[in-house]
């Protein structure tokens, strides 16, 4: 069944790329502005004879990198303290609820303001939109420890950074992961937006540059980068997820459907 | 009551202490781009007033409902067709992943070469942005309906139309709120952004216009809007989602508390 | 009635052929409590998903009223053993019970009588209103056959329907499934592994053997109609049923060891065909003229 999907796959993803392929060359499409498949290739192949190309892409991994490792710790560090500290979860619920929602994209002309195209921009937009995903995450983690586990702990006797070393970080750790897998989807798409519409340097300027001189089957090639990075990223934080926490029941019974 | 009120306290007393501590700190502020909060909130009232609530406002408002419905139906109905049946699903899940993992906002240039930049183009910005969490989630929903539920539905003849409506779909409904979430403040992104780009009215034109004319406490209370659109937006998603779902949380909490 | 006929069921898949169900050969007469029971693991449930049309059998066909059963047929009702899953939780319990009847095209009048009716026979009118999961497992499964009863079924074919309630809810529940049978004259088809259910629900009951599943014994079940957990479950008469069915079951047990090969299964089944099949009931039960055994059916 495995080896009939990979198949399936490949032949739907072959059907994709040669659908490309002919619909502009036929006609059906402006060739102007969907070029076909070969002709986004060569494009493809060039930008990755070019250095200005690596270095754009260093710029957003980069960025994507910083802002997402600064959004984990900072939500997770966050998110284990507003839950340990007794009621400072209650008193910090209405405000979370009204940040989170506020989407990052708002602080774009801020961040132009304040530090114009330099690479801390785009992590102010980075940091900003992926630490809720990370906090919200922990915040559920911590919820679900069970009250008996949490008891037992504490009738040995043991401290309250023992009991977050044994009993909350452990529940919560599945949590976290699926929070930084968000988070990682997130970081990327908030690194490229902010290299689009700020023109800090990266993948994302490049693709702005692509656009306003008219070229457009870079532009598309640059995109098919983006893609397949973000494939890469979304392919690897599961890998990752699923990694970490063989043991866990969760994962477990994810692998045996 | 007394409940109540201390819910009350705990809900007000941190933005409270926020708010206070932002107005006390920026007060004798001079940074042209850290303006006081007093100045902010005097501004406010004379920048948005109803004609520009209606003339930048209502245009973004209405783009986002547009693109986000389209999205929404579009993308539940082809994940339906998809998880519904596994040769498909196999056919299209690579193409499907890669189309996902393409970051939304590089959508803007490719979709203003054709549509031009319009009204159009913004909605179908939104809508292709938006399609795919709610595609795939949908498939992952339908895909994962229960067998026994399947048969039961069989075997009392419930097929068709009824079994679409009554069965896969309400039970692939916590998935399909999962991704019209994700999709919500996606939305919202490719609203500001497109606007941002190339547009004559609507939120993100504006308080980039007043950033590049300087026009600060203008910016500033630009943002508030965004942050208090986004903010309202995700309420009415979460009533609706308590009216859609409540079967669904009600499930989970008696589960928890008997396991 | 119901006439199952040479049944045969092969599960292939992933290179692997599994034979749940050999040769099963039996018949139901209109109105008649019958409960299949055998070893865990013996294709009880793939016979009945047969039956009810949600499985296609690989060979030999099911009758139901003389037709050949090829997909869900009109007039029967399944109960299943999961009540969780098989209740949509997005519904409340009377729109659980009506979303069948909705599908049979009956006004609202008339749903709404058969709704209430089937929801006061399981003695759960109060609960109309309430979500499934606000419910206790047995409710649950209360729930689940006033679906059933609302549907009018003529056959009702029920999978180990408590299989997973606690003990008192149990006896509950057989007793209310032995009320309604007599009350409502429809016929059941009662899946268990339990063997005391078997004899004190069933008018009839039918041992299968060990997976390849055939037929090993029908034995009519003597007890008198009127049963009761105190009286029934303690006379003479009933130990000796539950006894005789537990040797039975035990004894297909033995009767074909799990780790076969299939060529040494074929080879064992044609060995042991109706002639041992005799020998061993007889060997069980020496000199007990009471227990009347049907007679294996004719291929």
């Given at each position: 069944?495995r080896?009939?999907?990979?198949?399936?796959?490949?032949a739907?993803?072959?059907?994709f790329?040669?659908?490309?392929?002919?619909?502009?060359r036929?006609?059906?499409v402006?060739?102007?502005?969907?070029?076909?498949?070969s002709?986004?290739?060569?494009?493809?192949?060039d930008?990755?004879?070019?250095d200005?190309f690596?270095?754009?892409?260093?710029?957003?991994?980069?960025g994507w990198?910083l802002?997402?490792?600064i959004a984990?710790?900072?939500?997770i560090?966050?998110?284990?303290?507003?839950?340990?500290?007794?009621?400072?979860?209650?008193?910090?619920?209405?405000?979370?609820?009204?940040l989170?929602?506020?989407?990052?994209?708002?602080?774009?002309p801020?961040a132009?303001?304040?530090y114009?195209?330099?690479l801390?921009?785009v992590?102010?937009?980075?940091?900003?939109?992926s630490?809720w995903?990370?906090?919200?995450?922990?915040?559920?983690?911590v919820?679900?420890v069970d009250?008996?586990a949490?008891?037992?702990?504490?009738?040995y006797?043991?401290?309250?950074?023992?009991?977050?070393r044994?009993?909350?970080?452990?529940t919560?750790?599945p949590?976290?992961?699926?929070?930084v897998?968000l988070?990682?989807?997130?970081?990327?798409?908030?690194?490229?937006?902010?290299?689009?519409v700020?023109?800090?340097?990266?993948?994302g300027s490049?693709?702005?540059?692509?656009?306003?001189s008219?070229?457009?089957?870079?532009?598309?090639?640059l995109?098919?980068?983006?893609?397949?990075?973000g494939?890469?990223?979304?392919?690897?934080?599961?890998?990752v997820?699923?990694?970490?926490?063989?043991?866990?029941?969760?994962?477990?019974?994810?692998?045996?459907? | 009551?007394?409940h109540?009120?201390?819910r009350l306290?705990?809900?007000l007393?941190l933005?409270?202490?926020?708010?206070?501590?932002?107005?006390?700190?920026?007060?004798?502020?001079?940074d042209v781009?850290r303006?006081?909060l007093?100045?902010?909130?005097?501004t406010?009232p004379?920048?948005?007033?109803?004609?520009?609530?209606r003339?930048?406002?209502?245009?973004s408002?209405?783009r986002?409902?547009?693109?986000?419905?389209?999205?929404a139906?579009?993308?539940i109905?082809?994940?339906?067709v998809?998880g519904?049946?596994?040769?498909?699903?196999a056919?299209?899940?690579?193409?499907l992943e890669?189309?996902?993992?393409v970051?939304?906002?590089?959508?803007?240039?490719?979709?203003?070469?054709?549509?031009?930049i319009?009204?159009?183009?913004?909605?179908?910005?939104i809508?292709?942005?938006?399609?795919w969490?709610?595609l795939?989630?949908?498939?992952e929903?339908?895909?994962?309906?229960?067998?026994?539920?399947?048969?039961?539905?069989?075997?009392?003849?419930?097929?068709?139309?009824?079994?679409?409506?009554?069965?896969?779909?309400?039970s692939?409904?916590?998935?399909i709120?999962?991704?019209?979430?994700?999709?919500?403040?996606?939305?919202?992104?490719?609203?500001?952004?497109s606007?941002?780009?190339?547009?004559?009215?609507g939120?993100?034109?504006t308080?980039?216009?007043?950033?590049?004319?300087?026009a600060?406490p203008?910016?500033?209370t630009?943002?508030?809007?965004?942050?208090?659109?986004?903010?309202?937006?995700?309420?009415?998603?979460?009533?609706?989602?308590?009216?859609?779902?409540?079967?669904?949380h009600?499930?989970r909490?008696?589960?928890?508390?008997?396991p | 009635m119901l006439?199952?006929?040479?049944l045969?069921k092969?599960?292939?898949?992933?290179?692997?052929r599994v034979?749940?169900?050999?040769d099963l050969?039996?018949?139901v007469?209109?109105?008649?409590?019958?409960?299949?029971?055998?070893?865990?693991?013996?294709?009880?449930?793939?016979?009945?998903?047969?039956?009810g049309?949600?499985?296609?059998?690989?060979?030999?066909?099911?009758l139901?009223?003389?037709?050949?059963?090829?997909?869900?047929p009109?007039?029967?009702?399944?109960?299943f053993?999961?009540?969780?899953?098989s209740?949509?939780?997005w519904?409340?319990?009377?729109?659980?019970?009506?979303?069948?009847?909705?599908?049979?095209g009956?006004?609202?009048?008339?749903?709404?009588?058969l709704?209430t009716d089937?929801l006061?026979?399981?003695?759960?009118a109060?609960?109309?209103?309430?979500?499934?999961?606000?419910?206790?497992?047995g409710?649950?499964?209360?729930v689940?056959?006033?679906?059933?009863?609302?549907?009018?079924?003529?056959?009702?074919?029920?999978?180990?329907?408590?299989a997973?309630?606690?003990?008192?809810t149990?006896?509950?529940?057989?007793?209310?499934?032995?009320?309604?049978?007599?009350?409502?004259g429809?016929?059941?088809?009662?899946?268990t592994?339990?063997?005391?259910?078997?004899?004190?629900?069933?008018?009839?009951v039918?041992?299968?053997?060990?997976?390849?599943?055939v037929v090993?014994e029908?034995?009519?079940?003597?007890?008198?109609?009127?049963?009761?957990?105190?009286?029934t479950?303690?006379?003479?008469?009933?130990?000796?049923l539950r006894?005789?069915?537990?040797?039975?079951?035990?004894?297909a047990?033995?009767?074909i060891?799990p780790q076969d090969?299939?060529?040494t299964?074929?080879?064992l089944?044609?060995?042991?065909?109706p002639?041992?099949?005799?020998?061993?009931?007889k060997?069980?039960?020496?000199?007990d003229?009471?227990?009347r055994t049907?007679?294996p059916?004719?291929?």
């Amino acid at each position: 069944m495995r080896g009939e999907n990979a198949v399936l796959g490949a032949a739907g993803l072959a059907a994709f790329l040669a659908l490309g392929e002919a619909a502009p060359r036929l006609g059906l499409v402006e060739e102007a502005y969907f070029p076909p498949t070969s002709r986004i290739a060569e494009a493809l192949v060039d930008e990755l004879s070019d250095d200005a190309f690596w270095s754009a892409l260093g710029d957003t991994l980069t960025g994507w990198a910083l802002g997402l490792a600064i959004a984990v710790g900072a939500g997770i560090v966050a998110g284990v303290v507003l839950s340990v500290v007794p009621h400072l979860r209650e008193a910090t619920a209405s405000t979370i609820e009204f940040l989170r929602p506020i989407p990052s994209v708002a602080l774009i002309p801020l961040a132009v303001l304040l530090y114009g195209t330099e690479l801390r921009s785009v992590l102010l937009l980075v940091v900003y939109a992926s630490f809720w995903q990370v906090l919200i995450q922990v915040l559920y983690g911590v919820q679900d420890v069970d009250p008996v586990a949490e008891e037992t702990a504490r009738s040995y006797g043991l401290g309250p950074w023992a009991r977050v070393r044994h009993v909350l970080w452990p529940t919560a750790l599945p949590y976290v992961m699926t929070g930084v897998r968000l988070a990682a989807a997130v970081a990327l798409i908030l690194a490229v937006t902010a290299e689009l519409v700020i023109g800090a340097p990266g993948l994302g300027s490049r693709i702005a540059v692509a656009q306003t001189s008219q070229a457009v089957p870079e532009m598309y090639a640059l995109i098919v980068v983006a893609g397949l990075l973000g494939l890469l990223i979304n392919v690897g934080a599961r890998t990752v997820e699923r990694r970490a926490l063989a043991w866990h029941q969760s994962v477990r019974g994810e692998v045996a459907v | 009551m007394r409940h109540l009120l201390l819910r009350l306290g705990y809900a007000l007393a941190l933005p409270a202490v926020l708010v206070a501590v932002w107005w006390l700190a920026s007060d004798d502020s001079t940074d042209v781009y850290r303006p006081p909060l007093r100045t902010i909130l005097e501004t406010f009232p004379d920048v948005w007033t109803g004609d520009r609530l209606r003339s930048d406002v209502l245009p973004s408002v209405l783009r986002l409902t547009g693109g986000y419905a389209l999205a929404a139906v579009a993308g539940i109905a082809v994940g339906t067709v998809i998880g519904s049946h596994r040769r498909v699903r196999a056919v299209c899940e690579p193409v499907l992943e890669f189309l996902r993992a393409v970051p939304p906002p590089v959508l803007v240039p490719v979709i203003m070469l054709f549509a031009g930049i319009g009204d159009t183009m913004k909605i179908v910005v939104i809508a292709t942005g938006c399609v795919w969490p709610v595609l795939l989630n949908t498939v992952e929903g339908v895909r994962a309906v229960d067998p026994v539920m399947a048969e039961t539905a069989r075997s009392y003849g419930i097929t068709g139309v009824a079994r679409l409506r009554h069965l896969v779909l309400r039970s692939a409904s916590p998935q399909i709120f999962a991704g019209l979430r994700q999709a919500l403040s996606v939305g919202i992104i490719l609203m500001v952004i497109s606007e941002m780009f190339a547009a004559s009215n609507g939120l993100g034109f504006t308080i980039v216009q007043f950033q590049r004319g300087f026009a600060i406490p203008d910016m500033w209370t630009g943002i508030l809007v965004l942050g208090l659109l986004g903010f309202f937006l995700s309420v009415l998603f979460q009533l609706l989602e308590r009216r859609v779902l409540g079967w669904y949380h009600g499930r989970r909490a008696s589960t928890r508390r008997s396991p | 009635m119901l006439d199952v006929r040479g049944l045969r069921k092969v599960y292939e898949g992933s290179g692997r052929r599994v034979e749940a169900v050999r040769d099963l050969t039996f018949t139901v007469g209109a109105g008649e409590l019958v409960c299949l029971v055998g070893p865990s693991g013996c294709g009880k449930t793939t016979l009945l998903r047969c039956m009810g049309g949600l499985l296609t059998p690989t060979g030999g066909e099911v009758l139901l009223e003389g037709r050949k059963v090829t997909g869900p047929p009109p007039g029967t009702a399944f109960v299943f053993q999961e009540y969780g899953r098989s209740l949509f939780p997005w519904m409340r319990v009377a729109e659980n019970v009506e979303l069948p009847l909705k599908q049979k095209g009956l006004g609202k009048a008339r749903r709404r009588e058969l709704v209430t009716d089937a929801l006061e026979s399981v003695g759960l009118a109060d609960a109309a209103g309430a979500y499934p999961w606000q419910l206790s497992g047995g409710m649950q499964q209360r729930v689940a056959i006033a679906r059933a009863l609302a549907y009018e079924p003529r056959v009702l074919l029920m999978d180990e329907p408590f299989a997973a309630v606690d003990a008192q809810t149990r006896a509950d529940l057989e007793d209310l499934v032995r009320g309604l049978w007599r009350e409502r004259g429809m016929t059941i088809l009662f899946v268990t592994h339990d063997i005391d259910e078997a004899v004190y629900l069933g008018e009839r009951v039918i041992v299968l053997s060990g997976s390849p599943t055939v037929v090993r014994e029908q034995l009519t079940v003597d007890l008198p109609a009127e049963r009761d957990q105190l009286h029934t479950r303690v006379a003479p008469r009933f130990a000796e049923l539950r006894t005789h069915v537990y040797e039975q079951i035990q004894a297909a047990k033995r009767g074909i060891a799990p780790q076969d090969t299939p060529e040494t299964q074929d080879a064992l089944a044609k060995a042991d065909a109706p002639p041992k099949r005799d020998a061993l009931v007889k060997a069980d039960v020496p000199g007990d003229p009471d227990v009347r055994t049907d007679p294996p059916p004719s291929r």
